[in-house]
T-cell receptor, first 111, second 115 residues
Framework: DAKTTQPPSMDCAEGRAANLPCNHSTISGNEYVYWYRQIHSQGPQYIIHGLKNNETNEMASLIITEDRKSSTLILPHATLRDTAVYYCIVRATGGGNKLTFGTGTQLKVEL | DSGVTQTPKHLITATGQRVTLRCSPRSGDLSVYWYQQSLDQGLQFLIQYYNGEERAKGNILERFSAQQFPDLHSELNLSSLELGDSALYFC??????????????FGPGTRLTVT
């Protein structure tokens, strides 16, 4: 699975959009981009995933660049409850489903 | 609530002992995964089972073993425990073993403390 690079930490004001970047320059054609988050030692929570098109669900939007070498997770209106570590994971479709977690981005949402 | 349950929530035991962690996957999910999260290693994949059979192995120590039962619940057995085994252990489940894009749903974890 391709390696990802994320900033170690980010701050965001409550009510504003949080834009979390992820670089995955070695991604290959059959690899999806997944985002999970972990709120203070709770189990990781699935947020969204995509292959090459932008995706949106009730939690977030995922923007993947045309060359697929980077992506951005957007939380449109961040709240204090969105404070968490956000993990960007690239995973191939074959060979099992294991997730390889990096160090993620610690997002702190403040008043 | 992800629908994945894990017991116990907390476990405190001594070095050299053996413990069993239990996981019940979401209804309908056939695949179960175990992950370990320690302060120095982060979240690491240990092992995956699909419909009762081992499917993939990660950095799982030989002192650790797992199985998935016919009712699809899974147990992770940790033996000859060492201080370094203190960690959060998460179970996750998904519909399938591999393929397009099956997301995993994680349980709340078991916090193991070895003293």
């Amino acid at each position: 699975d391709a390696k990802t690079t994320q900033p170690p930490s980010m701050d965001c004001a409550e009510g504003r959009a949080a834009n979390l970047p992820c670089n995955h320059s070695t991604i290959s054609g059959n690899e999806y981009v997944y985002w999970y988050r972990q709120i203070h030692s709770q189990g990781p929570q699935y947020i969204i995933h995509g292959l090459k098109n932008n995706e949106t669900n009730e939690m977030a939007s995922l923007i993947i660049t045309e060359d697929r070498k980077s992506s951005t997770l957007i939380l449109p209106h961040a709240t204090l409850r969105d404070t968490a570590v956000y993990y960007c994971i690239v995973r191939a479709t074959g060979g099992g489903n294991k997730l390889t977690f990096g160090t993620g981005t610690q997002l702190k949402v403040e008043l | 609530d992800s629908g994945v349950t894990q017991t116990p929530k907390h476990l405190i035991t001594a070095t050299g002992q053996r413990v069993t962690l239990r996981c019940s996957p979401r209804s309908g999910d056939l695949s179960v995964y175990w992950y370990q999260q320690s302060l120095d290693q982060g979240l690491q994949f240990l092992i995956q089972y699909y419909n009762g059979e081992e499917r993939a192995k990660g950095n799982i120590l030989e002192r650790f073993s797992a199985q998935q039962f016919p009712d699809l619940h899974s147990e992770l057995n940790l033996s000859s425990l060492e201080l370094g085994d203190s960690a959060l252990y998460f179970c996750a489940s998904s519909v399938a073993a591999s393929g397009r894009s099956y997301e995993q749903y994680f349980g709340p974890g078991t916090r193991l403390t070895v003293t």
